[in-house]
């Protein structure tokens, strides 16, 4: 985030409205959220089954689900970082900073794929670089449609929420 500020609002002298930090319908942006929510998880599914059945491949544990099973963070403090802080921030670097500054660039796809690919790759995690990928493509692609961060941000931190009360329930039952 020191980045964005230095550069894009203190060295540029922009806005936050610049980064795309401006309002957005809300019905609009539930109805995003589902329909986009549908479309990851039916993709990260589909993904899933052929890593597991055509390559016999298996999803290693994630870093967060090591913490979670290590009981190495507190339940809330994960829920506020990984569904709350954590999309806010990732949303405003990579759509509103380094997304736009790709479409200024060198246009939409470019900067699309160039924004996916990086999101992809910042998480560092092989076996998900590609449903994240496909993730960062969507997230981009809705501020793209929106100009707007905030269904963005209301998408990821959705998609981050479901994903880590699975991982609690998992461990819970345990």
């Excluded at 203190?10 to 589902?34: A, F, V």
């Excluded at 339940?75 to 670097?93: K, M, Q, R, S």
Aim: charged share 15%.
């Amino acid at each position: 985030m020191g980045v964005v500020w230095f550069i894009a609002l203190h060295r540029r002298k922009g806005r936050l409205r610049d980064l795309g930090l401006r309002y957005y319908s809300i019905g609009k942006t539930l109805w995003y959220t589902l329909i986009s929510l549908i479309a990851i998880f039916a993709v990260s599914l589909a993904y899933v089954f052929v890593m597991n059945s055509v390559f016999g491949i298996e999803a290693p544990a994630s870093k967060i689900e090591i913490l979670v099973k290590n009981r190495s963070i507190s339940n809330t403090v994960l829920l506020v970082v990984v569904a709350f802080i954590g999309p806010i921030i990732e949303e405003i670097f990579f759509r509103g900073f380094i997304y736009a500054a790709f479409k200024k660039n060198w246009g939409v796809l470019p900067a699309l794929f160039l924004s996916s690919f990086l999101f992809s790759l910042v998480h560092l995690q092989l076996y998900s670089f590609v449903p994240l990928m496909i993730i960062g493509w969507l997230l981009a692609y809705i501020f793209e449609k929106t100009r707007s961060l905030f269904p963005a941000i209301f998408l990821h931190g959705a998609y981050n929420l479901i994903l880590i009360l699975i991982l609690l329930g998992q461990f819970e039952m345990i």
